[in-house]
């Protein structure tokens, strides 16, 4: 059986969208989001999204990492399901309703409200997630807050320096994190400006993570380093996250359409 997808991405964040409420899918076996993400594929990317009839929304975006872990939220994959969806929606995710609206060449997302209990990061104890007490390797104090998916944010003099590829894989494993969690390393150039570079639950470097910057940005703001409306700089580009007074993120930034094409099912099933 032969299916469509479109290949898309965020910042260079990549993923392979397929579209079940415009084709029939036979369930997703086990695999197949990790064999479909694989590199030597011929297709490859660091998410697969699978797009659903909703009954709670739009339509439901579900999120699929590399190495197959399903997760609850993807900023760059929102924007990306935005462009393609053409108009405003709100779209069900695992981690809550989210509202987009395409925008010129990407989109601004409603990301819902930040979450900093240690219990719905989750931590695997109690503690103080604006300022943990713990640190690896000269990483140290970081916050941590759950955007729709668990991060945990570094503030360090230069993140270019961090050796993110060797400790990424060691915090986001660390017990500390039952569900284990994506890093950031960032930099605060000034109070509207901030470097960042992630390392994703399940997925290893990536060009950008919208909702690691969401998340950077929120933390950043929590401790008073930057105002509220803040252009963070990844790897593969900028995006723009305002914390507004109805305590909701909003993230506005490029999104790509790169190639339409399909596979044998078969192949990857
Ligand atoms: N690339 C995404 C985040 C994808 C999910 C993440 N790796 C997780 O496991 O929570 C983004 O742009 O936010």
């Known amino acids: 059986m032969r299916v469509d997808f479109v290949k898309m991405h965020g910042l260079g964040n990549d993923f392979v969208v397929l579209d079940a409420r415009a084709q029939a899918l036979p369930p997703l ?11 030597r594929s011929g297709i490859g990317c660091d998410q697969l999204i699978l797009l659903e009839p ?7 975006m579900r999120i699929f990492n590399a190495d197959g872990s399903e997760v609850g939220a993807c900023g760059n994959a929102s924007r990306a399901v935005a462009l393609l969806h053409g108009k405003p929606a709100r779209v069900e995710t695992g981690g809550g309703i989210i509202a987009v609206e395409p925008r010129g060449d990407g989109a601004s997302v409603d990301m819902g409200e930040p979450r900093f ?3 719905d990061i989750p931590l695997a104890y109690g503690m103080d997630t604006a300022l943990m007490p713990v640190s690896w390797e ?3 104090q970081p916050g941590a807050v759950n955007v729709g998916n668990p991060h945990v944010v570094f503030f360090v ?16 494993t ?3 994190f039952p569900e284990r969690v994506n890093v950031n390393v960032a930099s605060v150039t000034d109070r509207g400006h901030i470097r960042l570079r992630v390392w994703e639950r399940g997925a290893g ?9 969401c998340a950077t940005a929120v933390h950043a703001m929590r401790r008073g380093l930057v105002e509220r409306d803040v252009a963070v700089a990844l790897p593969g580009g900028t995006l723009t996250i305002a914390w507004g007074e109805d305590n909701r993120i909003r993230m506005t930034g490029p999104a790509t359409e ?3 094409g399909s596979f044998e099912w078969g192949d990857f099933a």
């Open 258 to 260: 790169a190639y339409r």
């Open 205 to 213: 470097l990536t060009r950008a993570c919208g909702t690691g910057a």
């Open 54 to 60: 909703s009954g709670a929304a739009d339509f439901r």
């Open 117 to 119: 209990d240690w219990q």
């Open 29 to 39: 076996g086990e695999g197949m989001a990790s064999a479909l993400a694989d590199r």
């Open 138 to 140: 000269g990483l140290d």
């Open 157 to 172: 003099a230069d993140c270019d320096a961090v050796p993110l590829d060797r400790i990424g894989p060691e915090i986001e």
């Open 174 to 176: 660390d017990p500390l």
